[in-house]
C-alpha cells in the first residue's frame, strides 16, 4: 500500500519514527509509537497507553484535532467489512458505557480495517 491506497480511502502503514516526530507536542516524553497507520491525510496512532486519532482539518489541513483514547476507556469495537452493495468497511469504537460510538472509521479496503482492529485488539486485551 503506498500513497495511491491513502488517497482512496485505504490506510497504509506509517513510519514509526516520523510519526513520534510529528506528533512530539502530544506524546509524553517517555511514551513510544508502537504502530501508525495513514488514511487519507489522518493519522491513526497506536502507543503503549493509548490510541491517538489525528483528524487534519480544512483545506489546507493547517487545523488538526487529536482524540486520545485510553485503551483502558474502550469497552467494545466493531468491524463491519464491505459487501456487494455497500463498498466501505468500518470500524467502530466505543468508550466506558456509552450507547453510541466514539469514533466511527471508515475505509475503502478489508485488509486496511482488519490490519487495524488487530491492532487495537492486541493494544485493547493486553
Same mark, same amino acid.
Given at each position: ?10 490506510a ?11 506528533l ?14 495513514v488514511? &487519507? ?7 503503549e497507553?493509548?490510541? @491517538?486519532?489525528?483528524? !487534519? ?5 493547517? !487545523?488538526?484535532? =487529536?482524540? *486520545? &483514547?485510553? =485503551? ?20 467502530? @469504537?466505543?468508550?466506558? *458505557? ?9 475505509? !475503502? *479496503?478489508?485488509? *486496511? ?14
Amino acid at each position: 500500500m503506498g500513497i495511491f491506497s491513502g488517497l482512496f480511502g485505504n490506510a497504509s502503514q506509517r513510519d514509526k519514527e516520523k510519526v513520534k516526530r510529528q506528533l512530539q507536542d502530544i506524546l509524553l516524553p517517555s511514551e513510544e509509537v508502537e504502530l501508525a497507520f495513514v488514511l &487519507i491525510r489522518d493519522l491513526i496512532v497506536f502507543t503503549e497507553k493509548r490510541l @491517538i486519532l489525528v483528524d !487534519k482539518q480544512g483545506v489546507t489541513g493547517k !487545523k488538526t484535532s =487529536y482524540k *486520545s &483514547i485510553p =485503551y483502558r476507556a474502550i469497552s467494545r469495537f466493531t468491524v463491519e467489512t464491505s459487501g456487494h452493495f455497500d463498498l466501505d468497511a468500518e470500524l467502530k @469504537i466505543w468508550v466506558s *458505557s456509552a450507547a453510541d460510538p466514539a469514533e466511527v472509521l471508515q475505509f !475503502k *479496503s478489508d485488509c *486496511s480495517v482488519i490490519d487495524i482492529q488487530q491492532a487495537l485488539a492486541a493494544a485493547v486485551l493486553k
